[in-house]
């Protein structure tokens, strides 16, 4: 068990619809970051915020926005779902942000049909 | 921008045989480098990483990992598997500043018994 918490596990949802998955860092982490898992693009970098703010911005689409509560929880929201969304979604935290080590949650499944 | 490769996308191994999983990578600065290892249906975990120091870095589960900056190379390796190392194993990088991790596609490694 990394610390990391992810919920849901598992989500089924439509095309066009809306879904947001929620993170819970490792007690006293300052930094979440969100990758997406899919077979044909294997981990990829979403965003990164540290202590409320973001960071880094990687291939986030447009259509997918985060954000990090005062409380250091994290939510990723999809909207406008598409078939090409269904990926597992990790979450990650750290303590600090250069040369920490990463320590991943378990994933969101998610699938659109 | 940092880059890395994973030469291999599967391997498979003999139970208690050696094995070895590449890794290059691609930077114009110094890197951290980082083994992450994904058991099915399960988040990613830490196996080892290089920050700086000895090049030769020992991990969990007998696993360790060589760092030759010459060949931009970080390839793990153990010189006697189990069925329980069945695996998806990522390579990853990042500069010491504030970035996050850049992974490389994967080696599912099979261990046959």
């Known amino acids: 068990d990394s610390g990391v918490t992810q919920t849901p596990k598992h989500l089924i949802t439509a095309t066009g619809q809306r879904v947001t998955l929620r993170c819970s860092p490792r007690?006293?982490?300052?930094?979440v970051y969100w990758y997406q898992q899919s077979l044909d693009q294997g981990l990829q970098f979403l965003i990164h915020y540290y202590n409320g703010e973001e960071r880094a911005k990687g291939n986030i689409l447009e259509r997918f926005s985060a954000q990090q509560f005062p409380d250091l929880h994290s939510e990723l929201n999809l909207s406008s779902l598409e078939l090409g969304d269904s990926a597992l979604y990790f979450c990650?935290?750290?303590?600090?942000?250069?040369?920490?080590?990463?320590?991943f949650g378990e994933g969101s499944w998610l699938t659109v049909v | 921008a940092q880059s890395v490769t994973q030469l291999d996308s599967q391997v498979p191994v003999f139970e208690e045989a050696p094995v070895e999983l590449r890794c290059n990578y691609s930077?114009?600065?110094?890197?951290?480098l980082f083994w992450y290892v994904q058991y099915p249906n399960q988040g990613l975990q830490l196996l080892l990483k290089y920050l700086s120091g000895s090049t030769l870095v020992k991990g969990i589960n007998g696993f360790e990992a060589e760092f030759n900056k010459s060949q931009t190379s970080f390839h793990l390796r153990k010189p006697s598997v189990h069925i329980s190392d069945t695996a998806e194993y990522f390579c990853a990088v990042t500069p010491p500043r504030n970035t996050p991790l850049v992974f490389g596609k994967g080696t599912r490694l099979s261990v046959i018994a």
């Open positions: 990650a935290s750290s303590p600090g942000t250069a040369g920490n080590t990463i320590y």
């Open positions: 007690s006293g982490d300052l930094s």
């Open positions: 930077s114009s600065v110094s890197v951290y």
